[in-house]
């Protein structure tokens, strides 16, 4: 069974300083392309309700889940009546929309 998490009132403490990144067989720290070594970072996925995703791309709700409805952006249904998005999926298409927009630009000059 899953349960849905509104993760927009959830908090995370650390439980301690962040320790680097390790690299699976060696069991050493992964180093970056600076031969530095990066301290590992938790990054969460937040899941938005349509109401959110719309205010993140600047459009009215009806367009955010037309959008959603075409499979213009990928969502996730977690009951009959309640579609979620993840923010992950939401960047992805306006980079995409970004990226052929650019291109669109790029090729009327």
């Given at each position: 069974?899953?349960l849905?998490i509104?993760?927009?009132?959830v ?7 962040a320790?680097?990144?390790l690299d699976?067989?060696?069991?050493t720290?992964?180093l ?6 990066p301290i ?7 899941a ?8 993140v791309?600047?459009?009215?709700y009806?367009?955010?889940r037309?959008?959603l409805?075409?499979g213009?952006?990928p969502?996730?249904r977690?009951?009959?009546r309640r579609?979620v998005?993840r ?7 306006l980079e995409?929309i970004t990226r052929n927009?650019?291109e669109?630009q790029?090729?009327?000059n």
């Amino acid at each position: 069974m899953r349960l849905p998490i509104e993760t927009a009132t959830v908090k995370f403490a650390a439980a301690g300083p962040a320790e680097p990144v390790l690299d699976y067989e060696t069991r050493t720290p992964k180093l970056d392309e600076n031969g530095v070594v990066p301290i590992g970072q938790i990054k969460f996925d937040r899941a938005l309700t349509i109401n959110e995703a719309a205010d993140v791309l600047g459009v009215s709700y009806a367009t955010a889940r037309r959008l959603l409805l075409e499979g213009k952006i990928p969502h996730q249904r977690v009951s009959p009546r309640r579609i979620v998005v993840r923010e992950s999926a939401l960047m992805t298409y306006l980079e995409v929309i970004t990226r052929n927009i650019s291109e669109v630009q790029g090729l009327s000059n």
